[in-house]
Structures are given as C-alpha cells and as structure tokens.
C-alpha cells in the first residue's frame, strides 16, 4: 500500500457512525457498538493511514446496561470531543426502536486520559438520539440531537434541537430549541456542530443510513440560527452512483490537522453479490475536503471538486508516517483480560461466566441463555474484517444433555446466525450440529448428529465472498465438513427481519445450558487469519 494515500475503509467492519477526534499529535476515532459490551469502540492514530483499537469507554454496568435491548439497541453514534483538560463523550443507549417509539436516552462522560477510567455518566435527555456536544469561544457548552417524533403521519425525524449544557448542576438548562429541520433528503439525524470565523457550521446525516445515505451542510452567524444550507448539498453520498465502492456513505464528522489540512470521517459500507448486502455492515472512511472561496467544504481527494462521491484512496496529511502492530492472528487466551479485538453480547464479562484463570491457558465460558436471548447469554465475540478468511479454535466440552451447546459461530445478532455446535443427543451421544437462524427461525442443517469420540473438538469456518463453510476435527490434521455450504450474505443489515439493522458480522465463541446447571466449556485458542488485507 502506498503510505502516502489513505486505504479505504480505514476501520473495517462494523465501525459505524465515527466521531473523529484531533489532541495535539494525535487522532481518535469513536464508533457505535449497539447491543455489544463494552461500549464505544476507539481508535489511535497518529497519521490517519495506520489506526489501532484502544479499547472503549464504557466499560462498567453502572455506564451501559443492556440486558433486553432490542437487536440494533444499545449504544448509538457517540461524539467525542476535547475541553478544559478533560475527554467528552456523548452517546446514547436505545431501549426501543423499529416499531414507531424510540426510547433513546442520551448520557455524557468525561476522562482524562482517552483511556480512561471515563466517568459515572450524567443524564441528559431522551428526547431523540444521536447527541453531539459543541465547546464555544466563551466556554459554554451545547448538546444537539435528533428529536424523534412518534406521532403517526408526522415527520419521525423531528428536526435538529440545541440546549445549553450545565456541568455543575449535571443537567441540561434552558429551553431546547429546534434549529434545523433539515432538507429535502429527509431522515435528518446525525448533527455535529463547527465554528469558524464566527460562522456556525452544522452537519448533519441524511437519507437514512442506506443506500441515500449522504452528508448536509448548512451554516448560520448566530448558534440558534437560521441556518441556511450549501448551495451544492449533499457535500458527500454515494446515492446517485451504485457502481461506487463505498455505498451507504454519510454520518460524517471533521478533523483539522496541525498543518490545517481537512477530514471527513463518515460512514460506509461495502455490498457484496446481487442482494447488494453488506456482510461487514457499515465501516469507516476517510475524504479530504477544504474550504472554498465561499466558506463551504467541498471534497477535495483528487484535485476534483463539487463531486460528493467518496474515494478509495484519498491523499494522506503531510504527516511523519505510524504503523502500528496488526490485530493477532492467535488469540492463546493466556492474559487475565480479553484483548481489545473481543466484545460480548449485552452483558459484562464476569468470572459468574467467563474466565481466563480458572483453567490457564483457556477461555472458559460457562453455559446460559440461548444465543436467541436479549440478556445473558455467554458469548464472546471478534469483527469479522474481511470476507476471505478463516476462524479456527480448539473446544473441550463434555454435554450430557441436548439443552447444553458450545462451539464456534458466525453471528449477526439474535435473529440471524450459524453455529457449530458440540451437543449431546439421546441416539448418538456426545456430537457435532450445525444450526442456523434465518431471521428468527431455527434451521438444523444436520439432521444426522455427527458422532464424536474424542475430548476435544477443533471446529473451523471458512469465509470467501458469500459463502461459509464450516468443518471439523478431532486429531487437528485432518477436516471433515460439517453441514453445506451457507450463504454468508445472511449476516449482514439489509437480511434482517426489518430489512434495516446496524451491527456486522462476527465470529463468535459461545456456550449455552438451558437446564440452569451452568456447564463449563473450554476454549484453547481462537485463531483469525485473514487470506486478503481488505475487501474492494
């Protein structure tokens, strides 16, 4: 790769909805995390080419509780920002969604260090989602976000409302007021507000975050407005060319360098065959933009201006250039914490579930609720990046009942998985099962129980482009095939049951014991290999 071009995406698969971040030397970026624990991805950079996780933010129940949040809940479009020596990040927690109402309460922490320990959160409302906090000159602070309106024949995406935020008291004051009710592209959500030479810069996300996905911008001279939109709106979207790369694009945030250069982080996604579904689910890029003579941004990748398509590569900053290690291939489970690569579904890890020092060398999962579950169910996960490459781990579990499973699986959220499971069964024992769920609804793709005799079970899956094959062994040489080859495309936004979902694709470890007797399952390693770099 050449290392003066930024590769897109740059954070690939599911990095949704990227706030991107500028502290002296260096660049943050926080992403979505939904109904996946801990809370808000982040990210390091020091050049914009190279990025590394860092770990997340909320890390404690008492910052994020998930048991029961709706598949796509959870943790929405958080917006980091920088004052007075302190990190902040706003974010919210959606407790319902989909059906017509939204219970979306919004939240703000703080740290010293992006790091952490960030703070117990502070309440702000729950009027709509999608909160941005804006720093003015004269140190006052202001939270804007979607206002959602549930009302039947009414606009759902309300407009954009602006409040004064009051840290002492730890409460918003002041009436909100709505400020932007957006364009004719509808769906306005994902504000982010900018000064520069006393203008008011505000952009926002529109057209939904599918395929009209774009990114508006509208200014003002006064922070409650009128704001008045570009002249040559949308100023990023992929919807008027489908042969683009990276579709969906929109839910943008700016970034200045120290040399004054200019970057739009926003989000993506990638299809795949004639469904058009994006297995990886919506990732992150970069484009370069500058402002024109008129004080508007326009993109400015290639020397070509007035066009809101986004690029693949995009010139890089004039900046000294910073790799970082890749994620590991091998995970051997021998460190005290899961490493930043893994999350878990809903609920924190805890040694009632999860531990890596009971059985050193091992992750042990012990057995709960059913992958169908919105509570508790043991489950860790890994982002599937790429669609070319394979997942492999080494499983000692001894089931004496069909209602107690673990194995490896490919996992998209409650509605829609697959999974290679060793179980017991009344006519063969202890055994292998494929088992998939199609928007809701089981599928055994094994009718004949595959017999094992062995300890220890090596399980595999293999991802190329829109296939996934899964398979197995007992002496760790010699693969068997387990079950036909599965269409991949199922794990991705647009196969859900709402047609619209907001996760991606991961690769999964998990045990379950619906007898309640809590049966401990013991994972040697998890191997992830990548046969591509990224996937064009």
């Known amino acids: 790769m050449n290392t003066h071009l930024i590769q897109n995406p740059v954070l690939r698969g599911f990095h949704p909805d990227p706030s991107i971040l500028r502290v002296g030397e260096d660049y943050y970026i926080a992403t979505s995390t939904f109904e996946w624990f801990p809370g808000v991805r982040l990210h390091h950079s020091r050049d914009l080419v190279h990025f590394r996780p860092i770990g997340y933010a909320l890390t404690r129940p008492s910052q994020l509780a998930l048991h029961g949040n709706p598949r796509s809940g959870g943790v929405w479009a958080p917006c980091l920002s920088y004052a007075d020596g302190l990190f902040f990040l706003v974010y919210t927690d959606v407790k319902a969604w989909g059906h017509g109402y939204c219970d979306a309460h919004n939240y703000l922490v703080t740290a010293q260090r992006i790091e952490g320990p960030w703070s117990e959160p502070m309440y702000l409302n729950s009027s709509g989602f999608d909160p941005s906090l804006f720093h003015d000159d004269d140190g006052r602070k202001w939270l804007v976000n979607v206002v959602w309106d549930h009302r039947p024949g009414r606009n759902q995406f309300g407009g954009i409302a602006l409040q004064e935020v009051c840290l002492p008291e730890r409460r918003l004051i002041g009436a909100p007021r709505l400020i932007f009710r957006g364009s004719p592209l509808g769906c306005t959500e994902g504000p982010h507000l900018y000064k520069r030479r006393g203008q008011y810069y505000l952009i926002v996300a529109e057209g939904g975050t599918s395929y009209d996905h774009a990114v508006t911008l509208a200014r003002a001279s006064s922070l409650e407005g009128p704001y008045e939109l570009a002249p040559e709106n949308p100023l990023l979207s992929a919807r008027h060319d489908p042969e683009l790369s990276l579709q969906k694009s929109g839910h943008a945030s700016l970034v200045e360098t120290p040399g004054g250069e200019l970057y739009l982080a926003h989000l993506c996604g990638r299809p795949r065959g004639p469904g058009r579904r994006c297995t990886l689910g919506r990732e992150t890029a970069l484009q370069r933009v500058r402002w024109d003579a008129q004080g508007w941004l326009t993109l400015d990748n290639n020397g070509h201006t007035r066009s809101p398509s986004p690029s693949l590569q995009v010139p890089a900053p004039v900046l000294p250039r910073q790799a970082f290690p890749s994620e590991p291939v091998r995970d051997d489970f021998d460190k005290k914490q899961l490493g930043p690569h893994f999350q878990t579904l809903r609920d924190p890890a805890d040694a009632s579930w999860l531990s890596l020092t009971e059985r050193p060398g091992f992750l042990r999962l012990r057995g709960r609720e059913s992958p169908q579950s919105l509570h508790r169910q043991s489950l860790v996960g890994r982002r599937i990046q790429s669609l070319d490459c394979r997942v492999q781990t080494l499983l000692e579990f001894q089931p004496q009942s069909f209602q107690q499973a673990a194995g490896l699986g490919c996992f998209y959220d409650d509605e829609c998985f697959f999974l290679a499971q060793v179980t017991w069964d009344e006519r063969a024992g202890k055994c292998l099962k494929l088992l998939g769920s199609e928007r809701g609804k089981l599928v055994d793709w094994t009718p004949e129980p ?62 379950y014991d619906l007898g309640g007797t809590h049966a401990a399952a013991d994972f040697d390693y998890l191997d992830y290999e990548e046969r591509e770099a990224s996937d064009g």
């Open 450 to 511: 595959v017999l094992l005799g062995k300890r220890t079970t090596c399980l595999r899956a293999d991802l190329s482009g829109e296939g996934l094959c899964f398979s197995f062994s007992e002496d760790g040489a010699r693969f068997t095939s387990l079950g036909p080859e599965l269409d991949l495309t199922l794990l991705s936004d647009e196969a859900t049951s709402l047609g619209l979902g907001f996760t991606g694709a991961f690769a999964v470890l998990f045990a």
